[in-house]
């Protein structure tokens, strides 16, 4: 599992800075959160490949977080892309994509659902492919919960910024520990589907007994799993705290030094203390310092030095800082 950070900038771009986005490769997907203008150029940049499974999820309706979307599209089209394709977003999602098509002549050849959350009504609005005029469903979410799989969630929680804004957090399932072949063997149970299905903790029959593969120790217990949560815009509130409790890496905004604290304030920003404080308040174990502004082009270690005051295990975000979560 890997984290890349795809742009880092606020409002603007630089020499060395793009606009928001960040990318998260868990097993043979991408996730991204955020597309700023351009970030296709530093996706390809990192590596990752234009036909992997994705999923996509968007927190404001503000340029510098999805006016890169509609190009990134094109491209996949352009590519001949097959793999399927989920983007979420607040509600009008599916029309902004929609007149891009109308317009433009955006296409999507390749699966793709458009899924608005309607945190009013907590339901999740579904479009299928671009040419929808109605929705195909609506689904009614559970504890903010956006997506669920069998290794993974993503949940979403609203926050306080000058357009409605959401921020996000992937949450990993509990996971076995490691796999015993030796101890596989040992019991006769020869290398077959039924190592995979005791690697995932199932209890198997064999030989007409029940296998308990924790209690046989051919796995290991169940592990937390990892979790990454991503503020997008926002100025500090509860919420954040209560979306991020005990994230192993926290992406927190840090538009401006504590010296604009009050400017941070009116435009519903945060400041590099406002991201460690929160950290420190969700008992995250690393923050990383992104949405940096262009006055702090040649100062940004400005930034890190305020928060590492208060939260120590603080990182300065770069364009294609590429950070493995074990």
């Known amino acids: 599992m890997e984290l890349i950070i795809l742009g880092s900038a606020a409002a603007t771009p630089n020499k060395n800075r793009n606009l928001s986005s960040i990318a998260v490769k868990y097993r043979n997907q991408i996730l991204l959160f955020d597309c700023g203008e351009d970030f296709q150029r530093r996706f390809a940049e990192a590596g990752l490949k234009f036909n992997k499974p994705m999923k996509i999820f968007i927190t404001h309706f503000h340029g510098d977080h999805i006016i890169g979307l509609p190009g990134f599209l094109f491209r996949l089209s352009l590519n001949d892309r097959t793999a399927p394709m989920l983007i979420f977003g607040p509600r009008n999602l599916f029309l902004y994509l929609f007149l891009h098509k109308k317009i433009l002549g955006l296409k999507a050849k390749y699966p793709i659902k458009i899924i608005e959350i309607d945190h009013q009504t907590l ?7 671009l040419d929808s005029d109605e929705p195909t469903r609506t689904i009614k979410m559970n504890d903010n919960i956006i997506f669920d ?5 993503i949940k979403y929680a609203l926050v306080e910024h000058s357009v409605i804004t959401f921020a996000y957090a992937f949450i990993e399932k509990p996971r076995y520990g490691k796999f015993n072949p030796e101890r596989a063997r040992e019991l006769g149970i020869p290398e077959s589907n039924l190592w995979k299905k005791l690697h995932e903790g199932q209890i198997i029959k064999f ?50 030094a504590k010296a604009l604290a009050e400017t941070a304030k009116e435009k519903k920003h945060s400041t590099s ?33 305020e928060a590492k005051e208060i939260f120590p295990n603080t990182i300065l975000a770069e364009d294609l800082l590429k950070v493995e979560l074990k």
Do not use: C, W
């Open 273 to 305: 203390i406002d991201a460690a404080i929160d950290a420190k308040k969700m008992n995250a174990k690393q923050l990383i310092l992104t949405h940096i502004s262009s006055r702090y082009q040649e100062d940004a270690l400005k930034l890190l030095e």
């Open 149 to 153: 799989s069998k290794h993974f969630s």
């Open 123 to 129: 339901e999740l609005i579904e479009f299928e492919g």
């Open 207 to 256: 030989n007409g007994k029940d296998i308990d593969p924790v209690k046989e120790g051919i796995v290991g217990p169940k592990k937390p799993g990892r979790k990454i949560t991503y503020s997008g815009d926002l100025k500090p509130s509860d919420s954040i705290i209560n979306l991020g409790k005990d994230s192993d890496i926290l992406i927190h905004e840090a538009t401006f």
